[in-house]
Structure formats: structure tokens, C-alpha cells
């Protein structure tokens, strides 16, 4: 079954410091890997999308990370903001067939000033 | 920018009440999701739909319905609300084959 497993469930960091979310999934075989922000009372927005070859992608202060191979990713935070705090979710999503993805359960960041 | 919109951000039924969530998405998207979401538990899928009066069940069908009659609005129904069915539930589309799904903001539904 296909899964996706995230790590730490939730953060809490000072404001102008750096962190970094895990993702680990199963999902076989492999199509994308997709980082959503999900702000309080509001819907997964997406910050970046991953595909098999590409290993790392920015967006600003944020860099996803994909090791295909350990089947591993990684959202690394530069210079928290206290805007940054948010549901940080990883989604999966196998080749051809479903275009359902799988979703992980969200790390809850919270910065503080 | 692509839009999906949710007819409702707060509601409050009671228990045994027929309850509608509407979404609406206004880039022509074929693909359109109900997912539900709760703490510790992440989002889950309701129903999704890949085309108009086209349905597929999700992980966790039991208790709701949908209604897809045109392509740009896809209905969740509540047959029969029960107080665990109290949750924040988020709709969403995309394109077929497009990698990215969009989301609602939310209706934040409480059965009392």
C-alpha cells in the first residue's frame, strides 16, 4: 500500500532560524513529489513539485530536496519567518493509472518571535 | 490564478439534517476532490470525480454522496448528519494529468 510518512509531526522554531521536514514514502512507482503549505483555516497551497529527476528545487526561502533512491524528501527552511508558520504536507503521486496521490499527515511548524 | 471556491467557510447542522457543501472551480478543470480533514489524521478522500456525472469513492465513501451535474461544480451531500462527520472538509481540481491540485479554502462543518 502506498504511504507516506512525515516527520516531525510538529516544529516549533525561533523566528530567523532555519528547519527541515522530512517526507519518506512507498509510493511505487514514483511519478511526483509535491510540498503543499496549508495556513490556518485555509486551503494546501503548493510550494513545489518534484519529479524523478530532479534532486533539489527553490522556491524563495524554501528548498525541497528528493533522493529518488532512499525514496526520501526534505523541506528546508531558510531565515524563518513568523509567516512561516503553517502545515507543511507532502504528496505523492505513482505513474499512469490513478492520479490519486497519497498525502501525508502535515508537519505543524510553529515560529515564534 | 485557478479558483475554487466553497459555497460555505463556517456551518453548523444538527444531527440527522441533509447537508450540501458546494464547490465551485473556475478553470475548466476535468478532476474535482472531496477530501475531509482532521487533526493527527491528515487529509483523506471522500469521493473525487473525473468528469461530469463520472464518481469514483474515495477512502472513506460511507455516509456522504456527490453530484456532479456540470463540470465546474461538484457537490458534497450528507445524507444523514451524524455528529462525527464534524470535521473541516476541502475540495478541490485539477487538470487531467496536470501534477498540481488545487484546494478550496474550506467549509468548517460542526453537527451538533
Known amino acids: 500500500k502506498n504511504q507516506v510518512e512525515q516527520s516531525p509531526q510538529s516544529l516549533i522554531i525561533l523566528e530567523g532560524k532555519n528547519c527541515t521536514l522530512q517526507?519518506?514514502?512507498?509510493?511505487?512507482?514514483?511519478?511526483?513529489l509535491r510540498w503543499y503549505k496549508q495556513d490556518t483555516g485555509r486551503g494546501p497551497v503548493s510550494l513545489t513539485i518534484m519529479t524523478f529527476s530532479e534532486n533539489t528545487k527553490s522556491n524563495g526561502r524554501y528548498t525541497a530536496t528528493l533522493d529518488a533512491d532512499t525514496k526520501q524528501s526534505s523541506l528546508h527552511i531558510t531565515a524563518s519567518q513568523l509567516s512561516d508558520s503553517a502545515s507543511y504536507i507532502c504528496v505523492v503521486s505513482a505513474q499512469g493509472g490513478s492520479y490519486i496521490p497519497t498525502f501525508g499527515r502535515g508537519t505543524s511548524l510553529i515560529v515564534h518571535p | 490564478d485557478v479558483k475554487v471556491t466553497q459555497s460555505s467557510r463556517y456551518l453548523v447542522k444538527r444531527t440527522g439534517e441533509k447537508v450540501f457543501l458546494e464547490c465551485v472551480q473556475d478553470?475548466?478543470?476535468?478532476?474535482m476532490f472531496w477530501y475531509r480533514q482532521d487533526p493527527g489524521l491528515g487529509l483523506r478522500l471522500i469521493y473525487f470525480?473525473?468528469?461530469?456525472?463520472?464518481?469514483e469513492k474515495g477512502d472513506i465513501p460511507e455516509g456522504y454522496s456527490v453530484s456532479r451535474e456540470k463540470k465546474e461544480r461538484f457537490s458534497l451531500i450528507l445524507e444523514s448528519a451524524s455528529t462525527n462527520q464534524t470535521s473541516m472538509y476541502l475540495c478541490?481540481?485539477?487538470?487531467?494529468?496536470?501534477?498540481?491540485?488545487?484546494f478550496g479554502d474550506g467549509t468548517r462543518l460542526s453537527i451538533l
Open positions: 478553470m475548466d478543470h476535468e478532476n
Open positions: 517526507c519518506n514514502y512507498t509510493v511505487s512507482p514514483f511519478s511526483n
Open positions: 470525480s473525473y468528469d461530469v456525472k463520472m464518481k
Open positions: 478541490a481540481s485539477s487538470l487531467i494529468g496536470d501534477q498540481v491540485i488545487h
